[in-house]
C-alpha cells in the first residue's frame, strides 16, 4: 500500500503524540523560554515531516526528514538538562527519551529507504 499523504506516515503520527506529551510534560513549567525552545523543537518533527512529505522530489523529502532528525535530537538534549534543572522527574524523562528514540530510528530507516530507492532510480538512469 502506497502512502498517500503525510498523515498516513506511522512516524509522523508518532510525532504528533510525541509534541502532545512534551506538552503536557512541561504545561505548569514556569521557564517560559525554556518551555517555548522544546515545544518549538517538538513541533518542528512533525511539521517537517509533513512538509517534507509535499515537497516536489524525493530529495527535498529526505532533506526535511534530516531536520527533523535534528529536531528529534534537540528535544532529547532539552529532556536531559530539563532533568538535571529538576523540571521532570527520571521516570518522565526516561518515557520520553524513549519515545524520542523510537521517532528517531523511524527517520532513519525512512531516510535509509529513500536513499535506497534514488540510488536504485540513479543506476536505472545510467543503465
Known sequence: MK???????HVWQKAQDF???IYKSFEQSKDFSF???ICSAVVSISNNIAEGFDRYTRKDFMHFLVIARSSCSEVRSMLYLARKLE?????TQKELLNQSNEISKMLFGLLKSLRAKEEERTKDKTN
Open 35 to 37: 518551555k517555548k525552545q
Open 19 to 21: 509534541a502532545v506529551e
Open 87 to 91: 523540571y521532570i522527574n527520571s521516570l
Open 3 to 9: 502512502v498517500q499523504k503525510f498523515e498516513d506516515l
